[in-house]
């Protein structure tokens, strides 16, 4: 899908805010991502991702400020906003009773998407994700949890997006699984998808993203190149000097030495 202007930016967070009670999970958060942008978001756990992320592709109502897709408004046209992203959210609850080609068969149609066309990409996706053969008689509810990923990742790709934004989409993955999940995200980038990403794992989007941004308490503590916000150390020391938080584990627990 084309929106006609590839200067806008394929996702476009402006002063996002959600409050819990007293609780500020998200304060006024700005992010932007490029087209054709591999894009990382990490921060400590509890720095609010999740409901940033969330409140980014419609899934969470801000309390505040806007989110575009592509210049779309996501609040205002969500169903236009929809159509152009692939999402992958934290913990996606599937349809368990069903099989990765049932499933991809029934979201498709949901969408609206012609049945040949859904059976075509089906088909592509889950060789391409390795999850034909013997899974193919596998239901969801028996998947492991590298292949729920992959189903989910399948899912956000059907519709053939412009952006995918996932959240987590290598936490207890195995190395095997990961590294197919890598190539199909690069792939994806190579052939002008734009990508929003966020991990706990420094050294993975030091190997994917170009663009990193660091939240922390809610805010965006730091945006920029990788390069750039990491400077000359590596992205975790960058990280756990831009958070401000004292590493651990180098005293006590001096009767763990033999």
């Not at 500020?24 to 054709?36: E, R």
């Not at 989409?169 to 999940?181: G, H, I, K, N, R």
Request: glycine share 12%; aromatic share 4%.
């Amino acid at each position: 899908m084309n929106t006609g202007n590839e200067r806008v930016p394929a996702l476009e967070l402006k002063g996002l805010h959600k409050a819990f009670g007293d609780f500020t999970a998200v304060d006024q958060a700005d992010l932007t991502v490029a087209p054709g942008s591999f894009y990382g978001l990490v921060g400590p756990n509890g720095a609010g991702k999740t409901t940033l992320l969330s409140m980014a592709v419609g899934l969470l109502r801000p309390d505040a400020g806007r989110s575009h897709v592509f210049g779309v408004d996501v609040w205002r046209e969500p169903l236009r906003a929809k159509a152009l992203m692939g999402v992958l959210p934290d913990g996606l609850a599937m349809p368990e009773q069903l099989t990765g080609r049932e499933l991809l068969l029934h979201l498709g149609q949901l969408r609206g998407m012609e049945l040949d066309t859904v059976r075509q990409r089906a088909d592509e996706l889950l060789t391409v994700l390795e999850l034909t053969g013997s899974v193919e008689r596998t239901l969801i509810i028996d998947y492991s949890t590298g292949m729920r990923k992959k189903i989910g990742l399948a899912t956000a790709l059907l519709h053939a997006p412009r952006l995918l934004v996932l959240d987590e989409p290598f936490e207890a993955v195995d190395p095997v699984s990961a590294a197919t999940l890598k190539r199909i995200l690069q792939r994806f980038v190579a052939g002008g998808g734009s990508v929003l990403l966020s991990s706990h794992v420094m050294a993975l989007v030091e190997q994917l993203c170009d663009t990193v941004a660091v939240l922390a308490g809610g805010r965006v503590v730091t945006e920029g190149p990788l390069k750039k916000v990491r400077g000359r150390k590596s992205l975790e020391e960058a990280f756990v000097e831009l958070v401000g938080v004292r590493v651990g584990g180098g005293e006590g627990l001096a009767w763990l030495a033999s």
